[in-house]
């Protein structure tokens, strides 16, 4: 069941030379209803404009917006059963949370009995039906923003679209606000569409995350599948923090399948690595071996039968970052120590800044891009 249809859309802006900026390029994604698909990229990549071309806010130059089987791309954003979520909530501090509530309907002229009985639907649903005669600053920010949603579900939207609502607030309570929208969400199991740049924000948000990078979408997909299979180098190092390392390796055929040869290791790959390897546009001498810091491991807390000389490599500790659940390690080849790579291992290591250790790389989880 499709909600909403973003067909083949471009989006060119003129500067102020008169040159064209294409923003958005292409753009084709069926969202379904109830899914929370977030569109997430560096700053200028189109994520803003993707939203108002749907919110009717700005007009694709090139392709359709459909919302509930409708074209409605030539349509006013009052007619399109959308809601808009802001940033700063936008709540009006001398009205009280019904009357805040309720402003959308009372503009619109709806009776004051349907007016009383969606707000007190929607306070249900957002449990904040105690709190409707308070002021806005007798309140929580995590309130706030669900009487900041309120005022959206009120009108009954098929679609909320939110742009970077929680960019504004101080890392603790945005992850806080995280875990809010995310309950809220299955709650109200409305169709969303949510931008950010913040790759944590859409891997805990979306039921699946759309990259763009330069007006361009790379991938889309659940967000475990694109941890786990980036197309590309670009999804590759957006997706996941601390990022994935990149070490240019060459890849040679071997009597029985393929080796990739980098400046200090050696790892021998395993089958379905490579298995698209024909269909490659680069040089197999200039390949980019992708792995992850948790997919390197310290041999030394290891049981090391596991582990054959095809999948370690030897490196020069630089800086060493408890976290708790795990040690965070910035590292140098032992040879060169301007290349530099991560890893993520067992808070039982005990490696010190200064020395060499051996790393074992988990060869299913490394990835290979025809690029560098
Ligand atoms: P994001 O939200 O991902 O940061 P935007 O959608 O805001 O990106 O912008 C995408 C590109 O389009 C940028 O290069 C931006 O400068 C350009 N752009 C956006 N709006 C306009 C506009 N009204 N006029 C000209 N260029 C614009
Ligand atoms: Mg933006």
């Given at each position: 069941d499709i909600n909403v249809q973003i067909e083949d859309v471009t989006k060119v802006f003129q500067n102020d030379e008169g040159n064209d900026i294409v923003?958005?390029?292409?753009l084709d994604i069926d969202i379904r209803r109830g899914e929370f698909l977030v569109f997430v990229g560096p700053?200028?990549?189109?994520k803003t404009t993707s939203l108002r071309m749907v919110a009717g806010l700005e007009t694709p130059t090139e392709g359709k917006i459909r919302i509930e089987d409708e074209?409605?791309?030539?349509?006013d954003p009052r007619e399109r059963g959308i809601a808009m979520v802001f940033?700063?909530?936008?709540?009006?501090?001398?009205?009280t949370v019904a009357e805040n509530m309720s402003f959308p309907l009372r503009i619109r002229n709806y009776p004051s009995d349907e007016i009383d009985d969606r707000v007190d639907e929607a306070a249900e649903l957002l449990e904040i039906d105690d709190l409707l005669?308070?002021?806005?600053?007798?309140?929580s920010g995590g309130q706030q923003q669900r009487v900041a949603l309120g005022r959206a579900i009120v009108r009954e939207p098929s679609v909320f679209l939110m742009d970077?609502?929680?960019?504004?607030?101080d890392a603790k309570l945005r992850v806080q606000m995280r875990t809010e929208l995310n309950e809220i969400h299955q709650r109200v199991g409305k169709t969303t569409i949510y931008v950010t740049h913040d790759q944590a924000e859409a891997m805990t948000l979306g039921d699946r995350v759309a990259v763009l990078n330069d007006g361009t979408l790379q991938q889309i997909g659940p967000p475990q599948y694109l941890y786990d299979n980036p197309v590309n180098r670009f999804v590759a190092g957006f997706i996941g923090e601390p990022p994935m390392n990149f070490l240019p390796v060459s890849i040679r055929e071997t009597n029985d399948g393929y080796d990739a040869v980098g400046e200090f290791f050696e790892f021998e790959l395993p089958r379905d690595v490579v298995?698209?390897?024909?269909?490659?546009?680069?040089?197999?001498?200039h390949v980019t071996l992708g792995v992850r810091?948790?997919?390197?491991?310290?041999?030394?807390?290891?049981?090391?039968?596991?582990?054959?000389?095809?999948?370690t490599l030897d490196a020069s500790v630089k800086v060493v970052e408890p976290m708790g659940s795990d040690k965070f390690l910035t590292l140098t080849s032992p040879t060169d120590d301007t290349t530099e790579f991560s890893a993520r291992v067992s808070p039982e290591s005990t490696v010190a800044p200064g020395e060499s250790i051996s790393l074992a790389a988990n060869l299913e989880k490394i990835h290979l891009f025809d690029e560098r």
């Open positions: 923003a958005v390029e292409d700053s200028g990549c189109g074209d409605v791309t030539g349509y940033q700063n909530y936008a709540l009006y501090p001398h009205m005669d308070r002021k806005p600053s007798q309140l970077e609502p929680l960019s504004n607030l298995r698209d390897i024909d269909e490659w546009d680069g040089s197999l001498d810091p948790e997919d390197l491991s310290n041999l030394s807390v290891l049981d090391h039968d596991e582990y054959t000389e095809n999948s």
